[in-house]
Structures are given as C-alpha cells and as structure tokens.
C-alpha cells in the first residue's frame, strides 16, 4: 500500500499508542498529538494527510479544532471519533465540513476503509493545487507559447526579438491557432508590459458601433449617449491595442484609424478635441491581407501602416509531436479547473491525435482534452468516442500499433504538405524541415508522386 499522512488526536495515551500501531501495520505514516492546541500549532495548509481527532478532550473540543483548522485550509480531511453520547455533535460538525465520524467503539476495518477515501481525497486537493500552482507559474514564454516544433520554436525568438519596440506587428494564422496568445506575450514581454492590454475582436462589434468603441465619445452625441465614453484607442493609452481579426473591419472605419494611426490621435465622436495616443499596435487575421486588397476590401495603405513586422502561427497539423504536448497541458488545466483526475494518454489514443488533421486547431485540441477529463466513459474509450477519424479508420484496422499510426500521420503530414505547395519540392522542403535526400526516400516509401500534386 502507497504510504499515507495521519495525524492522530488523541488525549489517552493507550488508545493513542494502540491506534497509531495499527495504523502503521496498515500502511500509514502517523503522527500523534495528545492535544488540539500541540496539533494546531504544527499542522498547515500544505499537509498532504488527514486528521483523526477525538471529540471530548481537555483544553480544547473537536468542535474547537476543526473550526480552527477550516479557517486555514477546510479541505483538510477530518475524521471525528466520538462516543454514543457524542453523535449529535459529531453530525453537527459534519455540517461544519468534518470528512466522516467514527463512533467508539469502532472495528478497523470501518475506520480503515474511511481513511483510505479520505487520504485519496486529500490526494487530489493536493495534485489540483499544484497543477493550479504550476500553471499559474507561467511566467517564461516557452511556458505560455507551448511546443517545441521548429516553427513556435522561432516564432518565440521573433516575439522576444520585436517585443521591446514599438513597431506594428500583424499576426497571421488560422482560426484557432492562437493568434491572442502571441499579441499577448508581445505585450507582456516587452517594454510597456505595465500599460493596458486592450483586446477588440473586429468582426464582432457592429458597424454602427465600430467608431465609438475605437474612439469613444462625448455626452449627447447621440441618442443613448447619455455620458462621456473612453475608446480602445485612449484606453491603451502607454499599453498596447490588439486588433483581432482586423481584416473584417468596414472599408470607412479603415480611413479613420489609419488617420489615427498617421497622426497619433483620435477624436471622440461628438467633440472636436484631438487627444494624443501613445500604443502600440497589435493586429492579426485569418485572411490573405494582400488578396483583400486586390478584391477592394481591405485598404493597401492601411495594410502597409500595420504589417511593418509579420508573424505567422502554424496550424497545429504542421506541428507535430506538439499535438501530445498540448493534451496534456490542456488535460491538467481541465483536471485543475473542474476538479477531475487527469487522462493518461494510450499509445492508440496518441495515434488518434496525431493522425487528426485539427480543423479548429489549438481550439479543437482543447475543447477535445476538457471533454475527455469530464467524460463518463471509461478512460480507453474517451478519446476514440469524441475524437472519430473516419479517414483514419478506412486505412487503418482497430487494433493498430502506434507505429502504423505513426506512419499513417507522416504520410498525412507530406500528403497536406505537397497539396498545399502544389508539388513544389523545394517548399515543401523548406515547410517540413526536411533535407532533399529524406523527402525523396519518404515520397518513395508511401508512393507519393509529385506530378499528382501539380
């Protein structure tokens, strides 16, 4: 048996040494008080074990002590042991957060059988908390930009290299990709990390709405404006203005945060007052900027103003083993925030995500980890019940080892690759990382041809 923490309360001696042996038989590490006031003064919030207390003792109640150590932690176990006259107390702190109570006198077994669900309760408050902790911890930006695919390998480098300036940054990737996560680390690691961080997503404000939410305005301007109002713009003021999915912004609001933009400044709608604006801006899209603008729907001078520095987040199909990386991350966030164990990962299971193409990318694979910790399902069945491949299931028999899945992801991997650069060997090279020789020996091997790309 794995080796659990007891603190034992107890005011007789003899039945304090007697429980105690037993309990060490049984397995457990016990530490014993022969009073509430010595136990509260070495007992915290970060002990990993349960309490067992008696009820009626000297100097200080159980009822006593358990209220003072909920007043410090009310997720430590306790478990009151009580004589027949005792009950009525003994349910009365239960409704105060006591664990369970034991009346006297008691069989080991009942009490064996109470500590073990108690201990493994204690267990995961405690793996929670450091998950929590561990998470919260993410200060570096290899913690809050995960992977270690080449690509997010280099986009971290061009973060930290562009994020002490103020220079416009346009971020360019899929929906899904993480694209907020990026304008945040660009804010948070560079030089105005101690201004606002101010976040609008474009295509969800209404047309009608867009001026005032960028540039505020004034009482009375017009019907409903019944005060002042500070836009994005002002309120980003010596921070930084993130612009999501800026490619939807109307063709008019275009010219006039270009204009802002140009000369520092904005007017709130209703005054004629310029105020002077210092932020640095922000922006990212899902769209081909520079085809909007030869389709007349995006602003080719606008687009220049913006895109001064370019980066670009891989959709998660081109990052590989990230894919496994990310489940667990986001399995113990779920574990953490809704209190669940976390889901280990089988070999098929791995296969499975790995061989997914990832339409919703980052997004999908979180929503993907959050339902496997909350499923009912047994753990084996989880990931193959909400993630189906029905592509991967015509090629590849049940039962399959992880290196046919393996294969069958690598020949996905090339397949989407040469598709996406039209049979351009020297791209799909340059996309996949991959010396000439390797991708030759590879397109042999799963008979891929280039013509049939082309």
């Known amino acids: 048996m794995i080796c659990h923490k007891v603190y034992l309360i107890d005011d007789d ?10 309990l060490e038989l049984a397995g457990y590490d016990v530490t014993t008080f022969p009073n509430a006031p010595t136990a509260l003064a070495q007992l915290n919030a970060e002990i990993e074990g349960i309490v067992i207390t008696d009820v009626k003792m000297p100097k200080m109640d159980g009822m006593e002590f358990l209220a003072r150590l909920n007043s410090f932690d009310k997720e430590i176990p306790v478990i009151l042991v009580t004589a027949h006259g005792d009950v009525q107390m003994a349910v009365e702190a239960m409704r105060q957060g006591a664990y369970d109570f034991i009346e006297k006198p008691f069989a080991p077994e009942r009490i064996l059988d109470v500590i073990q669900r108690a201990c ?26 995960l992977g270690n695919c080449p690509a997010i390998r280099h986009l971290r480098e061009e973060i930290l290299n562009v994020s002490d300036t103020d220079v416009p940054v346009l971020i360019q990737g899929e929906t899904g990709t993480g694209k907020e996560v990026v304008a945040r680390c ?19 404000v209404p047309e009608s709405m867009f001026e005032s939410e960028l540039f505020g305005h004034e009482r009375g301007a017009f019907t409903g404006a019944d005060r002042r109002r500070i836009g994005r713009f002002e309120y980003a003021q010596k921070g930084s203005l993130f612009l999501d999915e800026i490619g939807t912004m109307p063709l008019p609001l275009q010219v006039k945060v270009l204009r802002a933009l140009q000369e520092r400044e904005v007017v709130r709608i209703g005054s004629n007052e310029p105020q002077p604006i210092d932020v640095r801006l922000i922006s990212a899209t899902n769209k081909d900027l520079l085809d909007e603008c030869s389709a007349g729907r995006f602003r080719e001078d606008l687009y220049y103003r913006i895109n001064v520095v370019e980066l670009r987040v891989p959709p998660l199909r081109e990052r590989g083993g990230d894919i496994l990386l990310l489940f667990d991350y986001f399995s113990a966030q779920a574990s953490a925030t809704y209190n669940r164990p976390a889901v280990p990962l089988k070999d098929q299971d791995a296969g499975l995500l790995m061989a997914h193409n990832w339409p919703g990318n980052v997004r999908e694979l979180k929503n993907v980890a959050e339902r496997c910790v909350l499923s009912s399902l047994p753990e084996e069945q989880r990931l193959s ?70």
């Not at 030089?191 to 101010?198: E, F, H, L, M, P």
């Not at 397109?443 to 082309?454: C, G, I, N, S």
């Open 13 to 22: 001696a003899e039945m304090r040494a007697a429980t105690a042996q037993w």
């Open 120 to 145: 493994e309760m204690r267990r995961l408050v405690m793996e929670n908390r450091d998950l929590r902790r561990r998470l919260s911890d993410n200060v570096d930006i290899d913690q809050r930009l």
């Open 186 to 204: 660009l804010h948070d690691f560079g030089a105005r990390k101690d201004g606002n961080y101010v976040a609008i997503n474009c295509g969800a």
């Open 385 to 454: 019940a909400i993630l189906r491949n029905p592509n991967m299931e015509a090629v590849l028999p049940e039962g399959s080892s992880l290196q046919d899945l393996l294969r069958h992801y690598e020949r996905c991997l090339l397949e989407q690759a040469l598709l996406r650069h039209k049979g351009d060997v020297q791209l799909v090279m340059e996309d996949l990382n991959l010396p000439r020789r390797t991708l030759n020996e590879k397109m042999t091997r799963y008979k891929l041809e280039r013509k049939d790309f082309t």
